[in-house]
């Protein structure tokens, strides 16, 4: 799964830390979100998306991969 | 934690067991050397060891499993795929000193295998919490 959370970040500028706070998670959970290594579960998915303010659809995004 | 292991490992090592410890103890089963075991009964033991190993099991579990600072969804998905993992490789040298260990040795290596696994849990958890702090600290 590929996500642009680093994208809607820079356009709301806000690091990781600021976004980290917002969304009640540590720093690292943000920082593996964006580098893939984690998936988020829904609730933060929704969490990250009303604070960005677009839908979730729009950040988080199904590869190919997502289907084997 | 610390000093109940010193403790327990000079208990181990050189049988060190202070008289004042020395108690009739109330035992779910006693078994006998000669003669048959029964059900409920008091046995006198030396209840130093006991005490440490409460203490040694209780303190590793409270470092093992208090919460992160900032306990998140990410954090406890490595706490339990540390978990797994100290599962894992602590039956593996089990294993291993089943097949390749016998007599004494073997019953040594039992007897560490009673705290290894939270040992490695704590060891493989707080290792991935520091390298992933540190992973995050030259992002930005």
Redesign the interface.
Known sequence: MKNSIKVERAKKNMTQATLADLAKVSRQTINAMELGKYVPSTVLALRLAKIFEVEVSEIFMLEDVDWE | MIPSVIFGCMNLFLEYEPDFFDFNVPTIFVDKVFGNGHFFGLVENNIFNEILGVFVIISSLIVAFSR?K?E????S?IRLESLVWAVYLNYAILIISFLFLFDMTFFWVMIFNMFTIILFFIIRFHWQ?YS??K??EN??
Request: glycine share 0%; charged share 50%; net charge negative.
């Open positions: 992160e900032l998140d969804e990410y954090i998905k919490i992933l702090k992973a995050s992002e930005e």
